[in-house]
């Protein structure tokens, strides 16, 4: 069992910066596959960046060149650097992770971000 728990949201004006971190708990050796999702009301989950335990990253293109995931030597804890934000990133921010080889799914509770001003 993994548990992640999410940090670092608040509210923010337009063209601000917050940095999210993951960190967590329990037996992390499975998890390859670390990132960030959110979700805004009334719309679906979406990815938003994800690193791998070999450090290959990806990034949702509606945040390319303004947030940057990251982690240190272990998978945990992970961050998410929000840079020149805008009212279309407010959302929850869910941490996620992906072990191997079960492939089985953990998520945190949610950080709120609201860009608003």
């Known amino acids: 069992q993994v548990q992640l728990v999410e940090s670092g949201g608040g509210v923010v004006q337009p063209g601000g910066s917050l940095r999210l971190a993951c960190a967590a708990s329990?037996?992390?050796?499975?998890?390859?596959?670390m990132g960030w999702y959110r979700q805004a009301p009334g719309k679906e989950r979406e990815e938003v960046a994800t690193i791998s335990s070999s450090g290959d990253t990806f990034y949702a293109d509606s945040v390319k060149g303004r947030f940057t995931i990251s982690r240190d030597n272990a998978p945990f804890p992970i961050y998410l650097q929000m840079n020149n934000l805008n009212p279309e990133d407010t959302a929850v921010y869910f941490c996620h992770a992906r072990a191997t080889p079960s492939q089985r799914e953990y998520w945190g509770q949610g950080t709120q971000v609201t860009v608003s001003g």
């Open positions: 329990g037996n992390t050796f499975p998890i390859w596959l």
